[in-house]
């Protein structure tokens, strides 16, 4: 069964810290993403990776980073967490090639910045 | 950029009743996928829609993609409980771009 993972369901972090996410497929999927989600806006895109070590910025990228070292793992890093920051942040994978372009989430981490 | 608008936001129906959501794209898109939110869970993928016109069903749920695949819907017939959740759209633009997310509707279903 396809498996998405985060580190953390719920975390509250203060101001200025930096803050790392966790996300792990065992898919062995070539792409995946970092989403946040806000109500009312819907999912907005953070970054994304089609490869070991390749990044792209997506739609909001300001604030964070990513690492992607290995296949399996990407990381959102807040290098100085802020409070408009607090959101619920959802990682995602999927196969570059298949014909179908779903996209597999995690169960997200809601993130507190104090 | 490439925008994917929803609506409604919200809606409230007694079980029963059907509910039809529409997703509308500031451009062409080369397929549209539909997704459902459980209250406290993460999206998971319905259905992927890629042709003009295209219309599929999923027992109560008919989806659709308009002849210039710019928009969609999501019709559920006879809703129950069990619908209860967000269902977000989700575009890709032509060119293998990246997948944007409409702003989702929320439904609620009361017994």
């Known amino acids: 069964d396809v498996k998405v993972t985060q580190s953390s369901r719920y975390l509250v972090k203060r101001t200025g810290e930096k803050v790392f996410l966790e996300c792990v497929q065992d898919m062995d999927h070539e792409n995946m993403f970092w989403y946040r989600q806000d109500p009312g806006l819907g999912l907005r895109l953070i970054y994304f990776?089609?490869?070991?070590?390749?990044?792209e910025k997506g739609d909001i990228p300001e604030g964070y980073s990513v690492s992607r070292e290995k296949k399996e793992r990407f990381s959102l890093i807040l290098e100085s967490a802020s409070t408009n920051q607090t959101s619920m942040y959802l990682c995602?994978?999927?196969?570059?090639?298949?014909?179908?372009?779903?996209?597999?989430f995690g169960p997200g981490t809601r993130l507190t910045v104090l | 950029g490439q925008q994917v608008m929803q609506i409604p936001q919200y809606q409230h129906v007694q079980e029963g009743e059907d509910f039809t959501t529409y997703c509308n794209s500031s451009t062409t898109l080369s397929n549209i996928q539909w997704y459902k939110q459980r209250p406290g869970g993460h999206p998971v993928f319905l259905i992927q829609?890629?042709?003009?016109?295209e219309v599929k069903k999923q027992k109560r749920l008919t989806f659709q993609f308009g002849e210039a695949k710019k928009n969609s819907s999501l019709h559920i017939t006879a809703t129950q409980t069990t619908d209860v959740g967000t269902y977000f759209c989700?575009?890709?633009?032509?060119?293998?771009?990246?997948?944007?997310f409409g702003t989702g509707t929320r439904l609620l279903v009361s017994p």
């Open positions: 989700a575009g890709r633009g032509v060119g293998f771009q990246k997948l944007v």
């Open positions: 995602a994978s999927n196969p570059s090639s298949g014909g179908r372009d779903e996209q597999f």
């Open positions: 829609l890629v042709k003009s016109g």
């Open positions: 990776s089609y490869d070991v070590k390749m990044k």
